[in-house]
């Protein structure tokens, strides 16, 4: 039995860079227990504590994104960030033609760093999870 576990996501016109606004990276609720504990473990006692994620798409190609908890709020009097984001992904997002309303799946070994992504586009087969019926996707959720 494998420890690989896989996450996905419906990607927003803010994620791929479609509103041309300023992107901080990918969220991360904190509600997302088993997808926090699949990244790497990040140091809450230091100000935000970050670690890279060594991620290969489909071709093989190897892309380099941030894992970090900007968590100021508790380490400035002014600061006010207390999230979970991966960032740098705007250059394989857009290489990969990832479009508003298509799913970005991660999998891997938890705790590894290193992970695979993919676009799942609409006409793409389904992943090895059955579903019946198409849900909209809100954030992120545990395929396997």
């Known amino acids: 039995m494998s420890n690989e576990m896989t996450f996905e996501k419906e990607l927003t016109a803010n994620d791929t860079g ?16 088993d997808l926090l504990a699949f990244l790497p473990e990040l140091d809450p006692s230091t100000k935000n ?6 991620a290969t798409d489909d071709e093989g190609i190897e892309w380099k994104f941030r894992y970090v908890y900007y968590n100021n709020k508790f380490h400035s009097d002014r600061g ?5 984001r991966i960032t740098h992904m705007t250059k394989a997002l ?17 705790r590894s760093g290193r ?15 059955p579903q ?11 395929v396997h």
Do not use: F, M
């Open 18 to 33: 479609e509103t041309k606004s300023h992107q901080a990276g990918i969220h991360i609720p904190k509600c997302q227990k």
């Open 80 to 84: 006010t960030r207390d999230e979970y």
């Open 94 to 110: 857009r290489a990969l033609g990832a479009r508003e309303g298509e799913i970005l799946s991660i999998s891997g070994i938890p």
């Open 49 to 54: 504590p970050d670690a890279w994620l060594v």
């Open 132 to 142: 019946p019926v198409r849900v909209k996707l809100v954030g992120w959720r545990r």
């Open 115 to 129: 992970i695979r992504i993919k676009i799942r586009r609409e006409n793409d087969s389904k992943t090895e999870v």
